[in-house]
């Protein structure tokens, strides 16, 4: 089976720019989470969705934004673009009913 | 107090022996925890989930989880090279809204 799928792989943006990035839930989750993770931390929590419905938001700024589609695949949305956004984007599906997260291999985001 | 706690390391053992990682949460509405294992420029990879107090083996992976003293630990046993990695730990509070906090990770040294 196909793992959860990101794209784009790598990013380079400008400070002020607009960003969006893509993922693909392994087929049959309806959960789809987002991480920003920087070097040398672990993972930040950013949305979780679930049937389309936002069911968590962790403490980013309104600039983030994220919603999940019919499908269940997901887009996360960074406006203003800083310079401390310059990290990994991640993204885990869940199955229904169980909390286990499978991560996509990411998108590495630079901006300069 | 960080939310999820870990001893950044390095922690190095030598191969065969029986590496020990441990990780403490602060909020007590947490389930859920994990154990996820991340290589370098790699995104991070399901190893063990636990839910209930007590101990739960996989293999060579036995993770431990005790509420009352809001303490997450896993045992890796037969440690190998290829076990090197950052691991990291994870809660998931999934009543009044879902949330996931992950530790900072604890690097792992396996000696050959």
């Known amino acids: 089976d196909a793992g959860v799928t990101q794209s784009p792989t790598h990013l380079i943006k400008t400070r002020g720019q607009q960003v969006t990035l893509r993922c693909s839930p392994i087929?049959?989750?309806?959960?789809v989470s987002w991480y920003q993770q920087v070097l040398g931390q672990g993972p930040q929590f950013i949305f979780q969705?679930?049937?389309?419905?936002?069911?968590g938001r962790g403490n980013f700024p309104d600039r983030f934004s994220a919603r999940q589609f019919p499908n269940y695949s997901s887009e996360l949305n960074v406006n203003a673009l800083l310079l401390g956004d310059s990290a990994l984007y991640l993204c885990?599906?869940?199955?229904?009913?169980?909390?286990?997260?499978?991560f996509g291999p990411g998108t590495r985001l630079t901006v300069t | 107090q960080k939310e999820v706690e870990q001893n950044s390391g390095p922690l190095s053992v030598p191969e065969g022996a029986i590496a020990s990682l441990n990780c403490t949460y602060s909020?007590?509405?947490?389930?859920?925890f994990f154990w996820y294992r991340q290589y370098s420029g790699k995104s991070p990879e399901l190893i063990m989930s636990?839910?209930?107090?007590g101990d739960k083996e996989d293999g060579r992976f036995t993770a431990q989880l005790n509420k009352a003293s809001q303490y997450v630990s896993l045992l890796i046993r037969d440690s190998q090279p290829s076990d090197s990695a950052t691991y990291l730990c994870?809660?998931?509070?999934?009543?009044?809204?879902?949330?996931?906090?992950f530790g900072a990770g604890t690097r792992l040294f396996v000696k050959a």
């Open positions: 885990a599906s869940s199955p229904l009913n169980a909390n286990e997260q499978y």
């Open positions: 087929s049959g989750h309806k959960s």
């Open positions: 969705y679930y049937e389309k419905e936002e069911r």
């Open positions: 909020d007590r509405g947490s389930q859920s």
């Open positions: 636990i839910y209930s107090n």
């Open positions: 994870a809660a998931i509070r999934d009543t009044g809204g879902f949330k996931t906090i």
